[in-house]
């Protein structure tokens, strides 16, 4: 009988993951696995891979094993690595708890965008500690279709095009990448966001992800949107020092953003373990080939 991987299945509002549990980073997992894992028919399904190594046993997150013992090796459905993925960072969270690695109460995890510091509440939502929104200068334009906009640019640790839109309708069926100009402000590809107003400091928004197209919620695409949203309404933290809250829709749920006078920006919502199980490691070796 073939060898069997352990993995497990999770989301938060509905951008969802495999789960890796592999401390000693002993899995090789090359674009071509994480695809075969991510693929919703031929393999379990998911955005991306959040693959769990403890930082001392991996080579991108060696130097910061004394803040964080557990590392989020982030890949995207494509298999393509990430810097950071905020939605991620709660379900890993999630999976610690669930594993008995960590209990409820603050904890902190090594990504590649640096340790992010992590609550899990007693009513069960996880809030994420993101660091502050770069908000580089330059007009960036997105097109769908005969739709074109304007749009903000601005890097949680992993790139966005932050677009305000009439409908979110226009935004198409978003299964190819929209295109943006110029090339040269993402030169490593780009998340897009579309975003429409509900209310006082409340938006809704639909996002095709780099790496993994159109998914049901994207938390480091929710903080660049509440950025460029309070900026749009004249409100910056860092100049009135008063935070701001906005509630971001997404297709898969909410979640609250709140940006601090300081830069911090602080992301809470649902994060879910759904299922557990095992991988045949006889049909991750053949699909890899
Ligand atoms: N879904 C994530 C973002 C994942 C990475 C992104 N696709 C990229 O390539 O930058 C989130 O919740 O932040």
């Keep these: 009988m073939s060898s069997r991987i352990a993995f497990l299945k999770g989301h938060g509002t509905e951008n969802d993951f495999v789960i ?17 894992l991510c693929d919703r028919r031929a393999g379990i399904g ?14 991108d997150a060696r130097h910061l094993a004394a803040e ?7 890949r995207n459905g494509d298999g393509s690595v990430a810097e950071m993925c905020g939605n991620g960072t709660r379900v890993f969270a999630r999976y610690l708890q669930h594993a008995g690695l960590a209990a409820e109460g603050d904890l902190a995890i090594a990504t590649r965008g640096g340790v992010k510091k992590i609550h899990i509440a007693k009513d069960g939502d996880v809030t994420v500690g993101m660091g502050s929104a770069r908000l580089p ?37 978003l299964l190819s990448p929209p295109p943006f100009r110029p090339a040269a402000a993402y030169p490593d590809g780009v998340n897009v966001e579309f975003v429409v107003d509900r209310g006082p400091r409340h938006v809704a928004m639909r996002v095709h992800e780099r790496g993994s197209g159109e ?14 949203a309070a900026r749009r309404d004249g409100a910056d933290p860092a100049v009135t020092g008063t935070p701001v809250t906005y509630t971001v829709d997404v297709p898969g749920g909410t979640l609250v953003i709140t940006e601090r006078p300081d830069g911090e920006i ?4 649902a994060a ?9 490691a006889d049909w991750l070796e053949s699909v890899v080939g």
Aim: with cysteine; charged share 20%; proline share 7%.
């Design 272 to 280: 879910v373990i759904v299922a557990e199980g095992e991988i045949a």
């Design 137 to 173: 200068e330059g007009e960036v334009t997105v097109s769908v279709g005969e739709h074109s906009w304007p749009a903000r640019n601005v890097n949680m640790g992993n790139p966005h095009a932050v677009a305000f839109v009439g409908d979110l309708a226009d935004a198409g069926d």
């Design 20 to 36: 890796l549990p592999d401390p000693e980073n002993a899995l090789d997992l090359p674009p071509a696995a994480v695809a075969a």
């Design 68 to 74: 964080a013992e557990w590392f989020m090796d982030y």
């Design 46 to 59: 998911g955005d991306g891979v959040l693959h769990v190594v403890r930082s001392a046993a991996h080579p």
């Design 215 to 228: 998914t049901r919620s994207c938390g480091t695409g929710a903080c660049a949107v509440a950025v460029a």
């Design 266 to 269: 602080e992301m809470t919502g």
